[in-house]
């Protein structure tokens, strides 16, 4: 089969696909975005010797998000389908899926970002706090903004590996390039439709790790 006559036959579909696997994507980092970076922040300023040194806050958290974390992506789906139609009424399609992809996404976040903060320059922390500035400036205006590379680098981590978590989520009918691949290139085998969602997959991820690499560039010279 030619790429063109592959292109007539599952275009339409793998384009269909495609979209709802940004959508999935762009709404679950949102959400895991907001969820993550603020629980970042509060590892690293509740931990020993820190700001808002707190350890039941810094055990309690730091707990959770390594109970979550260890559990397999597609483990966590199938347990979270009974809470998932309970927030959002529905476990299939792109809604159903997003509750799940926030709570594996969330704390993979908290946990790249409290590497980020914790990579900024103590002398550099020191010496706002010698001059009076408040902790929560200092957190925001100065600690944020210096890790911001890392920060950006790691985010596009966390959007590639939500990528591979929507193409698992396609076992449970949740739509997107993992759904098509599961159901057309496994169950009907159609190899040609799993190598085409294989190809768009890969160039998607070169894509964005592309686009990470050069805005982490260009914030190390902000």
């Known amino acids: 089969m030619t790429v063109t006559e592959l292109f007539d036959r599952w275009g339409g579909l793998i384009v269909d696909a495609t979209i ?20 970042g922040i509060l590892l690293v300023t509740t ?15 730091n707990a959770i998000i390594n109970i979550i974390r260890s559990i397999p ?5 199938f347990t979270l389908l009974p809470f998932t139609r309970m927030i959002v009424g529905t476990s ?3 809604r159903g899926v997003i509750v799940p992809l926030v709570i594996f996404t969330a704390p993979f976040i908290a946990r790249l970002m409290e590497s980020a903060l914790l990579e900024v320059d103590k002398g550099v922390l ?34 590639i590996a939500l990528i591979g978590a929507t193409a698992m989520a396609g076992l449970v009918g ?16 159609e190899p040609e439709v799993m190598y085409f969602t294989i190809i768009i997959l ?11 690499n050069r805005l ?4 190390k010279k902000d």
């Open 47 to 61: 931990r020993p010797n820190k700001s808002f040194e707190n350890k039941y806050i810094y055990r309690t958290l």
């Open 174 to 189: 949740a739509g997107g390039l993992g759904d098509v691949a599961y159901r057309f290139g496994h169950l009907r085998y």
């Open 92 to 94: 299939m399609g792109v």
């Open 126 to 159: 020191e010496a706002y706090e010698a001059m009076g500035i408040k902790t929560k400036d200092i957190i925001w205006h100065v600690m944020v903004r210096e890790a911001k590379p890392s920060i950006i680098l790691g985010i596009t981590i966390a959007v």
């Open 216 to 219: 982490a560039e260009r914030a």
């Open 73 to 77: 992506f597609i483990i966590l789906l």
């Open 20 to 39: 709802e696997t940004f959508q999935m994507v762009s709404i679950s980092l949102i959400f895991a975005i907001i969820i993550g970076l603020p629980l």
């Open 202 to 212: 890969v160039v998607i991820i070169q894509l964005i790790q592309t686009i990470g």
